[in-house]
């Protein structure tokens, strides 16, 4: 990349990341909404013409891969989700499908139900709690504008990043969600990421690598780091390590929305609170599986299969494109491929 573009990016990162205003739903300053039949520009392949995203956000957006919207989600339901986690935590509810991680440096015998020993919980779409995240309207109206309309729930997270044990297994390597999943087009599919308390680098916001989803998909693998690796946190091994990198950092509410192949990860964290954020992954219900066999995703399909097969008994050939089946969920508008 070109240092003096990469270092005008990150200027302009950094200055939509900066500027806050008062209304809810905000990103940054804006230039009023542009309306659908104003204005077409052919270099718009990312977003889609409606009456919600400024022109300003769509540029943003084209040109960095994500775009962080303030205080979008109300605290009334970042504690409703709070407290079912909690519920989840206990015991006390038990969604099917659902998958309760913990990190990996909590040996197996010290194990015991808690909040403090369950650092994610993935797939809760059986949770109706959970659930309304994403289904929430507000969150909808955005992930309406990249993938249209008719809107299907991929995968879900609840991260609960704990305090580093001092081995620096609480970081997430830099990686392309894509990775995970065997659906295209990739344009049409999108992640929205809660914050569900303030974050920042000292307990491990997201870093990102503006403008590289217009990238393809790069091989990933297990990072060879000394105090041992998460199940399932797959690094990207061949990025360009001098691209300008941005720390998100959000307040309870502020979600940020950004393309599957966006380079991102996030650090370790370094207090002793359990950092929160809620997410969710959509796509139009008109995208299309694909078989990963062969290409760099199969080593996703390798080992969710593996941890199928060990969780629910599901066959040693099952492919990523029929677990997506059994956890997708429409959330707007009809059902057509997906």
């Not at 775009?67 to 989840?88: K, Q, T, Y």
């Not at 779409?125 to 507000?138: N, S």
Request: aromatic fraction near 8%.
């Amino acid at each position: 990349m070109n240092q003096s573009h990469a270092g005008t990016r990150l200027r302009v990162v950094l200055g939509h990341l900066s500027q806050r205003l008062a209304g809810v739903g905000v990103a940054h300053s804006t230039s009023g909404a542009v309306s659908p039949n104003s204005f077409h520009p052919p270099q718009f392949q990312y977003t889609r013409d409606n009456n919600v995203l400024s022109l300003e956000q769509r540029k943003f957006y084209e040109e960095n891969g994500f775009l962080v919207i303030r205080n979008l989600v109300s605290d009334a339901d970042i504690e409703r989700f709070r407290n079912e986690f909690e519920r989840i935590c206990k015991g006390e509810v038990k969604p099917q499908g659902m998958m309760i991680m913990r990190d990996v440096s909590i040996a197996k015998s010290e194990f015991t139900p808690g909040e403090k020993m369950i650092s994610k919980i993935q797939d809760f779409q059986e949770d109706e709690e959970l659930f309304r995240y994403c289904t929430l309207p507000e969150i909808l109206k955005y992930v309406e504008c990249f993938t249209g309309p008719d809107i299907m729930a991929l995968h879900t997270m609840l991260i609960n990043k704990p305090p580093d044990s001092g081995k620096k297994t609480s970081r997430h390597p830099l990686h392309q969600d894509l990775h995970y999943f065997p659906i295209r087009p990739s344009n049409n599919i999108v992640g929205a990421w809660t914050a569900m308390e303030h974050i920042d680098r000292n307990n491990g916001c997201l870093c990102v690598l503006p403008g590289s989803h217009k990238g393809d998909l790069k091989p990933h693998a297990y990072p060879k780091w000394e105090g041992g690796v998460n199940i399932m946190f797959y690094g990207i091994q061949d990025y360009d390590e001098n691209c300008p990198r941005v720390h998100l950092v959000m307040e309870k509410g502020d979600t940020v929305f950004f393309h599957p192949l966006l380079i991102h990860g996030s650090g370790w964290n370094r207090t002793q609170g359990y950092r929160k954020a809620i997410s969710c992954h959509f796509a139009g219900a008109d995208c299309h599986y694909i078989d990963v066999k062969g290409t760099s995703q199969e080593v996703a399909e390798r080992d969710i299969s593996r941890i199928g097969k060990k969780l629910y008994g599901i066959p040693d050939d099952t492919r990523l494109q029929d677990v997506l089946r059994f956890r997708v969920r429409l959330v707007k508008g009809k059902r057509i491929n997906l």
